[in-house]
T-cell receptor
């Protein structure tokens, strides 16, 4: 039973355009969400997070949007750069329930120059 | 560089054997988490230690065990290894225990291959 789903295994985007990575979750108790980026042969690197009390969080070229009613979040990267090519993992936790992070299977983003 | 170190980077062993994976958290971090990533899978949570005490268990097999030592480094022991245990094993650390909004910082992982 996957509680966090990233339905697109891969995504290709042209350099300079917007990349939109999507994530759906089923557990309505999740209240904290994170995105991690992973390059080959490296561990996941924290990118950006959002609390359930917000619907948007922005950090430079990266913006995360949260739609609680739809149980959906998305990561927008604008403009996309070749160095953004990596696997992106969505993760969620139920902070009040003291539960560990639950990860999606990841989306491989390829930014084409 | 996240500040989390893991050794060894690669490990090749045979079925039935036992291995130990080591993790040193970032300076000041009291929480250590272990994850397994098999082919085409997301990161599966195995176990969480906070300041030497086990805090949460995920889908960790009985053949696997872990501990966190007084200097806060952690070891994950995998025994009676099977082919299906071949995976990437990641360690992550954070300052606080789960229960607050915290970010986990990951090490580079140990790639285990069981032949």
């Amino acid at each position: 039973d996957q509680q966090v789903k990233q339905n697109s295994p891969s995504l290709s985007v042209q350099e300079g355009r917007i990349s939109i990575l999507n994530c759906d979750y089923t557990n309505s108790m999740f209240d904290y969400f994170l995105w991690y980026k992973k390059y080959p042969a490296e561990g996941p690197t924290f990118l950006i997070s959002i609390s359930s009390i917000k619907d948007k969080n922005e950090d430079g070229r990266f913006t995360v949007f949260l739609n609680k009613s739809a149980k959906h979040l998305s990561l927008h990267i604008v403009p996309s750069q070749p160095g953004d090519s990596a696997v992106y993992f969505c993760a969620a936790s139920e902070v009040s329930g003291n539960t560990p992070l639950v990860f999606g299977k990841g989306t491989r983003l390829s930014v084409i120059a | 560089d996240s500040g989390v170190t893991q050794t060894p980077k690669h490990l090749i062993t045979a079925t039935g054997q036992r291995v130990t994976l080591r993790c040193s958290p970032r300076s000041g971090d009291l929480s250590v988490y272990w994850y397994q990533q098999s082919l085409d899978q997301g990161l599966q949570f195995l176990i969480h230690y906070y300041n030497g005490e086990e805090r949460a268990k995920g889908n960790i097999l009985e053949r696997f065990s872990a501990q966190q030592f007084p200097d806060l480094h952690s070891e994950l022991n995998l025994s009676s290894l099977e082919l299906g245990d071949s995976a990437l094993y990641f360690c992550a650390s954070s300052v606080v225990p789960s229960g607050v909004q915290e970010t986990q910082y990951f090490g580079p992982g140990t790639r285990l291959l069981v032949l």
